[in-house]
């Protein structure tokens, strides 16, 4: 889990003020009750992932108040006698940057490596047609099909035709040269904002065992979609003092590693509403962004429960580097960077 951890990305010499707070993400990572301590001595042994989940090799840790190391080629770490909370700091000497994470409690943190994509990258492509649902023979004009492959190395989605073709659905994975997983398929008519309108899902598919070569193009890939229900989210958010609700998106996860995009909703309304699908198995993820001048407060919810009603979401303020102020000169590696506290 994410939440209770600031992951701010310092850039040296283009000093901004601002911090990022995340709550509920899926993915064991930084802190969370499970591998956390309170009190007492630990030693930290970590790992250092890009946002690929390929190992960073040869980065400085630090803990602060101890002696850096670096990870190796497994993206391991280890510092011992550390004290929970403890903040640790990776460093991007290249593009010279630093990311910081504040607050952890683990003792085997696996920690992000924002900006860093190690590894071969590998790629392929998937081409098909996707029938049934509104599909008559071209669905309508306010009707949208999206299509989505999942595997454990990559997920990554593309909307059919009116005709129900896909093409050019491109993949980019690390690691393994053959990656192999699923293929979905969601539709739903969508109202002028691009938001499911009720009673509006009109089909839901899958199909499983699809495996893709690297620099190879799969053709003639196909999906028939099977009739689904529809279900109503309810939920209100409170923002902090100064903020303003930016943007909130909802997804459907079908699979541990994939996830359909639903809707994007720009508008500031606290109140939330939306339509959703009844898909067997599949939960809710929401995202929300509240800004103000020189912050962000970024919040995600997994595992909601399709139909789910009256969610209440509270974000907090997110921490404001205050030192060193903004225009300040001879910033140096004496310096120390502070923020404001973090509620909880």
Known sequence: MLNRALIGVLTIGALAAGGLTEAG???????????????????????????????VASVPVYVTGKTSTNTDANGNFSIAGVTPPYDITVVDATNRRALVYKGLSRQDPTLTFLGSSPGTARHGTINGKISGGAFTPNQGASDVTRVVFGSPDVSAGVNTAASGIFASLGLT????????????????????????????????????????????????????????????????????????????????????TTLISLLTDNTPNAALSYYTPNITGASLVLSLLASKSGAQAIYFKNGIVTGATGVAITLVAAPELSLPVTGSTAVDTTVTFSWTAMTG
């Open 25 to 55: 993400c899926s993915k064991s990572s930084s802190t969370g009750p499970a591998g956390g301590a309170s009190g007492g001595i630990i030693t930290v042994a970590g790992k250092i992932i890009g946002v690929n989940g390929q190992a």
């Open 173 to 256: 994975w690390y690691g393994p040269t053959v990656t192999t997983g699923n293929l979905y398929a969601l539709q739903f008519t969508a109202d002028v904002n691009g938001l499911p309108v009720a009673n509006g899902f009109k089909g839901y598919g899958s199909r499983a065992g699809i495996a893709v070569n690297d620099g190879s193009t799969l053709n003639n890939q196909f999906d028939t979609l099977q009739s689904v229900g529809t279900s109503q989210f309810t939920g209100t958010v409170t923002v902090p003092s100064g903020y303003t609700l930016a943007q909130k998106s909802m997804s459907v996860r079908v699979s541990q």
